[in-house]
């Protein structure tokens, strides 16, 4: 009886301490939807980024129809804390619209891209750690600014001229000031440049404009050339394409591209409502394809996807294996990662997030304890869009795949 | 949970058998001059059931909505006390000295507690941009328990009331969460009432095992060989009932925005059964009186 005693005073007194919250594991796994009460408010993040501090800022559109500039959207930045609860949420004036993500991170700085809505010029904003704007500049000579992405010191942007009615190559130093550009004509004709326009004032399809450095070091952009939504690769010397990848008009195309090495690369593409991804997939940087027949090839088609779905590819490591990460939508309104090897272009596993109410992917980034952290939309009450910040652990990401 | 089973099992058999260990010289018959040793000492076994009434108090309180514009109160879940009735079984082995007794009395408790919150969303500048949602809450747990428990009674008669106070020790057993989801929409025309169907989830990875403390009254009433009983306790949990690492685990739960609070389950318990002695029983000998 004594032993039982014994049993039952440890027991008691292991149960008294093992329920206690943990913050180690309160940072690990949380789901967090940042609501905000409006009927009309509408937030869509675009990236997320884990600070020192191990919080987490994150960059999105919102909804600035009632602020006088009803074609584009707005920015918001939010700084939530390590646990995901909020810090401060700014939603940056209306005089910066159309945000371009990534988040850019140059030394350890923070940068991203939108555009000044009466000139259509692209302009720099630097953002600090804890969700302020430090500073804006105005990057003249490049505009309607559709993709950016680091290089070296400084950036490399993808814009639109209207004017020539070219995809223009910028590279831009982190002062802000552009200086090596080259134009790839979209075609002539109004039907050429309805699609891009619609991109941006956020009236019909918002294309996965993309623009990035090959394993070789030339520069390539995903945007219109030629009458076409294509894969374009550039040095910025040559007058033309090095080589491309033909979409079909602006019903197909790439969706995202992330170099491995050589000429291998992880992609998705999409074409009439259809999603493609392929893990690992050679592209000739030197020559003229067709994205048809990489799919024919080397896609893995994913009827699950909601049409043209969003995609995003990342590079991370689960359980000392380096992964290709893609993270996409799913018909059934949850978010959908597929993790293969990078190696070995293998699936390694799929997990979902959300449920109950819509959720759209915004971006995926790898923590500092091994973890993910995803960021998206979901459709508060089934019908306000809010920003929603899912936190796995790194045992959630190794059980998940 | 198997562990739960086995350590229950043996707690169970190791209390039976101690009951048995000393049993009487005299067999089934009364020894000479023996009705006080017999009221003196005594070995109980017996059944209880009946109902219980539950609380959740909440300790830390959790969301997976942050408001970015508006206080986090206008969201927080309203607890409803002891509005709910469960039931449980329990089996009673005592053993009664000199007006006292150590009961050891293994439970099988089912209980349930609500709670409710809600949302607004509006548009000050158009009274009719409005959309009000309600989440009510049901969790129903299951525990399987194992109260010890010290008694004394105040009077020696065939009525017999008692007092109990003792700890408990909880062994989660199963547990399902219901979320009815109502409201009203003004936006969509005129004030148009909302339901949607239950989100009813198996909760058994938002619950841990726990302890606490319980204490009661209650009433014995002999008849023959038998002991009727009837009681009432009140149990106050002391550890959190909360699996603090799955708060968030559960997806269609976090999809509407509901995390896991910190939380302390208290009862009330209302138990009649029945108790046989294990030692004298015979037509011939009465258990007391």
């Known amino acids: ?401 | 949970m198997t562990k739960t089973y086995l350590l229950f099992a043996l707690m169970l058999v190791s209390s039976l058998t101690y009951a048995q260990r000393k049993r009487s010289p005299y067999g089934g018959g009364r020894p000479p001059g023996s009705k006080n040793t017999f009221l003196e000492k005594q070995w109980w076994i017996g059944l209880k059931a009946g109902t219980n009434l539950t609380e959740a108090v909440p300790e830390a309180r959790y969301s997976a909505i942050v408001p970015t514009n508006y206080p986090a109160s206008l969201g927080e879940k309203a607890y409803d006390r002891f509005n709910k009735t469960g039931s449980q079984a329990t089996l009673e082995i005592t053993f009664y000295i000199k007006r006292l007794s150590l009961s050891l009395q293994p439970t099988y408790r089912h209980s349930r507690f609500t709670y409710a919150n809600q949302y607004e969303w509006f548009n000050p500048a158009d009274a009719t941009q409005t959309l009000q949602l309600k989440y009510d809450h049901e969790q129903k747990t299951d525990y399987a328990e194992i109260p010890f428990l010290l008694k004394y009674d105040i009077t020696g008669n065939k009525l017999r009331p008692y007092v109990q106070a003792g700890v408990f020790y909880s062994f989660l057993v199963g547990a399902t969460q219901t979320v009815n989801i109502s409201g009203l929409d003004v936006a969509s025309g005129s004030a148009n009432p909302l339901t949607y169907p239950p989100v009813i989830v198996g909760a058994e990875d938002l619950f841990e095992n726990y302890w606490g403390w319980t204490a009661g009254a209650g009433l014995d009433y002999n008849v023959g060989n038998v002991r009727l009983v009837l009681d009432v306790s009140y149990r106050m949990g002391m550890s959190n009932v909360t699996n603090t690492q799955n708060r968030f685990s559960n997806d269609r739960l976090a999809g509407i925005g509901e995390a896991q609070d910190d939380l302390l389950m208290n009862n009330i318990v209302i138990s009649a059964g029945v108790l046989f002695p294990l030692r004298f029983l015979s037509t011939s000998f009465r258990t007391l009186d």
């Open chain 1, 1 to 401: 009886m004594k032993k039982i005693i014994l049993l039952f005073a440890c027991s008691l007194l292991w149960i008294a301490c093992s329920n206690d919250p943990d913050p180690a594991t309160e940072k690990a796994n949380f789901v967090r939807v940042y609501d905000n009460n409006q009927f009309n408010a509408s937030y869509r993040p675009l990236d997320v980024v884990q600070t020192a501090d191990g919080g987490y800022l994150i960059l999105g559109e919102r909804d600035i129809s009632e602020d006088g500039a009803p074609y584009y959207a707005g920015a918001f930045i939010l700084k939530v804390d390590a646990f995901g609860l909020v810090v401060s949420e700014l939603e940056v004036t209306s005089d910066k619209v159309n945000p371009l993500a990534p988040i850019l991170r140059l030394g350890d700085k923070l940068y991203f891209f939108n555009m000044d809505p009466l000139t259509t010029q692209a302009q720099l904003s630097e953002i600090s750690p804890n969700g302020n704007l430090v500073a804006t500049t105005l990057v003249s000579g490049v505009f309607y600014p559709a993709a950016a992405a680091v290089d070296g010191n400084g950036f490399v942007v993808l814009g639109y001229d209207n004017a020539t009615r070219e995809s223009v190559v910028s590279v831009v130093s982190a002062a802000g000031t552009a200086s090596t550009q080259k134009g790839f004509s979209i075609g002539a004709g109004d039907a050429a440049e309805e699609p891009i326009i619609e991109h941006y004032n956020r009236t019909g399809n918002v294309f996965p404009f993309q623009i990035g450095k090959t394993a070789s070091g030339r520069y390539f952009f995903n945007g219109f050339y030629d009458y076409t939504f294509s894969l374009v690769f550039t040095d910025l010397a040559a007058d033309g394409p090095l080589g491309r990848v033909n979409g079909n008009q602006g019903n197909g195309g790439f969706s995202q591209l992330m170099p491995l090495e050589g000429n291998r690369y992880a992609a998705a593409t999409f074409s009439f409502g259809r999603n493609f991804l392929m893990p690992s997939v050679t592209i000739n940087e030197s020559a003229i394809e067709q994205v048809s027949n990489l799919e024919d090839a080397s896609g893995l088609s994913l009827l699950e996807l909601s049409p043209n779905a969003t995609v995003k590819i990342y590079s991370v490591t689960i359980k000392g294996t380096p992964v290709t990460l893609f993270a996409s939508n799913t018909v059934g309104k949850q978010i959908a990662l597929y993790a293969y090897d990078r190696l070995a272009g293998t699936l390694l596993g799929t997990h979902y997030l959300g449920f109950s109410n819509p959720f759209e992917v915004g971006a995926v980034t790898p923590t500092a304890d091994g973890g993910l952290a995803i960021c998206g939309t979901t459709y508060v009450a089934g019908r306000f869009p809010r920003a929603v910040l899912f936190k796995m652990s790194a045992e959630k990401v190794n059980e998940a795949f």
